[in-house]
């Protein structure tokens, strides 16, 4: 999964159409990439970090993180995996994104 999040970073950072329509609509984009439907009571938003704006995002602790019954089964199915690996791997995501276009 952190692969594909990697490629649509990546994508948006080479296409700037394609990034617009991620800021616009980042559920209905990130679905299509992802070739799956997210949840009606899934929220998901993109923000483009510049130099003047930069977002930290603090995913919640594994002992906290609960899910229901319905968000089990999507899991389990395969189908809502970006709801827990994206918000958990957000920072490891970060990182292979700059190991991906950038040499070091």
Same mark, same amino acid.
């Given at each position: 999964?952190? =692969?594909?999040?990697? !490629? @649509?970073?990546?994508?948006?950072?080479? &296409? =700037?159409?394609?990034?617009?329509?991620?800021? *616009?609509?980042?559920?209905?984009?990130?679905?299509?990439?992802?070739?799956? +439907?997210?949840? &009606? *009571?899934?929220? /998901?938003?993109?923000? #483009?970090? *510049?130099? &003047? !704006?930069? %977002?930290?995002?603090?995913?919640?602790?594994?002992?906290?993180?609960? /899910?229901? &019954? =319905?968000? /089990?089964? +999507?899991?389990?199915?395969? =189908? #809502?995996?970006?709801? @827990?690996?994206? $918000?958990?791997? #957000?920072?490891?995501? +970060? #990182?292979? $994104?700059? +190991? %991906?276009?950038?040499?070091?």
């Amino acid at each position: 999964m952190a =692969e594909k999040q990697v !490629h @649509i970073i990546a994508r948006a950072w080479q &296409d =700037e159409s394609f990034k617009q329509r991620l800021l *616009d609509d980042p559920k209905g984009v990130v679905a299509q990439e992802l070739g799956v +439907s997210l949840p &009606d *009571d899934c929220t /998901l938003q993109c923000f #483009a970090n *510049d130099a &003047d !704006h930069q %977002y930290l995002v603090l995913p919640p602790g594994l002992e906290t993180l609960e /899910l229901t &019954d =319905e968000q /089990l089964e +999507s899991v389990a199915g395969g =189908e #809502a995996a970006l709801i @827990i690996i994206g $918000v958990t791997a #957000a920072v490891a995501i +970060s #990182a292979n $994104v700059a +190991s %991906y276009t950038t040499s070091w």
